[in-house]
């Protein structure tokens, strides 16, 4: 059973860099050819696909966020990282991580989401 586990601060101040990693268990993120992505969902909103990080390490994101967003991974660990520069309060929202199967594909698993709040 893979299970995904958000950490990171829960409140980031306006221009900061918001930062969250997530911790896998039960698979591996080399494994071919899982995708694993950040989501996220503002208060009142739908949810929102913001990048991913392939088995192989290559990186794909939301063209709306790509100029503020980089996910890096670390497979000694078997975590992966989000990076948002420059959050406003919009960015306030619940993070979530999750592997699929390939872009555009369903996820199939998912954290439990960590809310981040953005506010001075």
């Known amino acids: 059973q893979v299970q995904l586990q958000e950490s990171g601060p829960g409140l980031v101040k306006p221009s900061q860099t918001l930062s969250l990693t997530c911790t896998v268990s039960?698979?591996?993120?080399?494994?071919?050819?899982?995708?694993w992505s950040w989501i996220r969902q503002p208060p009142g909103k739908g949810l929102e696909w913001m990048g991913a990080?392939?088995?192989?390490?290559?990186?794909y994101y939301s063209p709306s966020l790509k100029s503020r967003t980089s996910i890096s991974r670390d497979t000694s660990k078997n975590q992966f990282t989000l990076q948002l520069s420059s959050v406003t309060p919009e960015d306030t929202a619940v993070y979530y991580c999750a592997r699929g199967g390939g872009l555009g594909y369903p996820w199939d698993y998912w954290g439990q989401g960590t809310q981040v709040t953005v506010s001075s």
């Open positions: 990080i392939a088995y192989s390490g290559s990186t």
């Open positions: 039960g698979g591996s993120i080399t494994t071919n050819y899982y995708y």
